[in-house]
């Protein structure tokens, strides 16, 4: 991991916004910037240092891990973050935008009354836009987990086994690879399920006829995977038939677009007309997808709201879908790394029509 290239990503991030210093304490953020995996700390970057701070929970493994200018213990977290930008006599302190209300609240009072402090968003959004070879491979790994994963468990996906066993079985299959932790809760979503975009697991029974979505990933090197497929159990029906081949060919299309330098929105409206124009517009409400890396939702997101174009670098996930209430869905999803010249899909599930009684 580059973290010379990263901790210079915020030198100019100083620079650019006039700030003294920024204080970091998302996990995701600090293991990016620093290389802490732990799930406590804070690290501030000024124009001359980079300090970490942690509790003696984590000071041996940050001794070990940290790449920084010191690290320091503290006893109260807001004493020792104060303390230290104290000698910095700052100005501005930038702070990210996540950061809990509360406890914004509380290092402002501790601070000195003339402290401007600035909310950072999408300034800091920026910072892990475009991944690193070695953050490429991390991807890779959680994604052939995937793919090994969902083969292993594949013919389990019967009529009389329930939605839950399924997630079950892949969190374990997945966990077996080595894989750190599942992504998030997923979503196996059978029959009228299917109609909820977000259907995690429930105990439902998956009958004959049933389309099944299960929308799964896991997390290697604290770099994730996130995948959806949508498999026919036994003959389904034409409705539910024609509207795979839909979500397919959006799929496909949108894929097929991805280049540097495209807008995002572009690859939305393309995923989106064709839905529009085969009559289920109103049936995908959500955006067309999302970047994928330490989080599993990070920027960029692929949207009607989209601002950024695609960049080398980027991995983000085209994920369209219809949702019928009452009837059923699907989804399909797969990671695309944007690279010089076109894009390569890094997730390996095949997602062309599959009925599991009949393949
Ligand atoms: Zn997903
Ligand atoms: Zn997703």
């Known amino acids: 991991m580059d973290y010379p290239c990263?901790?210079?990503?915020?030198?100019n991030l100083l620079v650019e916004l006039e700030l003294s210093a920024i204080l970091f304490s998302k996990p995701e953020q600090l293991r990016y910037l620093c290389g802490f995996t732990g799930s406590d700390g804070a690290l501030i970057v000024s124009s001359t240092e980079m300090i970490f701070l942690t509790d003696s929970r984590y000071t041996m493994q940050a001794r070990e891990q940290v790449v920084a200018d010191r690290v320091e213990e503290y006893k109260v977290k807001g004493d020792s973050i104060i303390t230290q930008l104290k000698t910095y006599a700052p100005t501005k302190i930038g702070f990210e935008a996540e950061l809990a209300f509360g406890t914004a609240q509380d290092l402002q009072q501790r601070?000195?009354?003339?402290?401007?402090?600035?909310?950072?968003?999408?300034?800091?959004?920026?910072?892990?836009?475009?991944?690193?070879?070695?953050?490429?491979?991390a991807v890779s790994v959680a994604t052939q987990a995937n793919f090994e994963a969902f083969t292993e468990i594949r013919n389990m996906i019967q009529p009389g086994v329930s939605e839950r066993a399924v997630a079950l079985a892949l969190e374990f299959a997945l966990k077996q690879r080595g894989a750190e932790e599942k992504a998030f809760d997923f979503i196996v979503a059978s029959g009228y399920r299917g109609a909820m975009p977000?259907?995690?697991?429930?105990?439902?029974?998956?009958?004959?006829?049933?389309?099944?979505t299960i929308d799964f990933g896991c997390r290697f090197r604290g770099y994730h995977s996130d995948e959806t497929v949508t498999l026919a159990v036994g003959a389904v029906s034409d409705e539910l038939r024609n509207i795979f081949d839909i979500v397919l060919?959006?799929?496909?299309?949108?894929?097929?677009?991805?280049v540097p330098g495209i807008a995002l929105i572009e690859l939305d409206r393309i995923a989106r007309e064709h839905i529009d124009l085969a009559g289920y517009g109103q049936y995908f409400g959500h955006?067309?997808?999302?970047?994928?890396?330490?989080?599993?939702?990070?920027?960029?997101v692929v949207s009607p709201r989209s601002r950024l174009t695609a960049e080398e670098g980027m991995i983000f996930t085209i994920e369209p879908g219809i949702y019928l209430p009452d009837v059923g869905g699907v989804r399909i999803e797969d990671m695309v790394l944007v690279t010089s010249d076109g894009s390569k899909i890094l997730t390996k599930i095949p997602k062309t029509f599959c009925n599991v009684l009949v393949n």
């Open 198 to 212: 977000h259907g995690v697991a429930s105990e439902r029974i998956i009958e004959q006829g049933d389309l099944v």
């Open 6 to 11: 990263r901790r210079q990503k915020i030198s």
């Open 111 to 137: 601070g000195d009354e003339s402290w401007q402090w600035v909310a950072l968003g999408k300034q800091l959004d920026s910072l892990r836009l475009s991944k690193e070879p070695d953050e490429v491979s």
């Open 249 to 258: 060919e959006a799929h496909d299309r949108a894929l097929a677009a991805v």
């Open 287 to 300: 955006g067309l997808g999302h970047g994928v890396g330490l989080e599993v939702h990070e920027a960029p």
